[in-house]
């Protein structure tokens, strides 16, 4: 679980919100193993799609 307690100095519109899901994304990334071994390739994935579509 993360928190992040904004405080009164920032500001909780649109900008600043563009600046922390970067930040968040970045610690995410590194807590949940999302790395690009763990990726589907553009390939692998169009396989899949063609598999649901075939049936």
């Excluded at 990334?29 to 049936?55: Q, V």
């Amino acid at each position: 679980v993360l928190l992040d307690l904004w405080g009164y100095d920032v500001s909780h519109d649109w900008p600043w919100w563009k600046k922390m899901v970067v930040y968040f994304l970045d610690r995410l990334d590194g807590m949940c193993g999302f790395h690009s071994m763990h990726r589907l390739t553009s390939e692998k994935s169009t396989e899949i799609i063609n598999s649901f579509s075939a049936k």
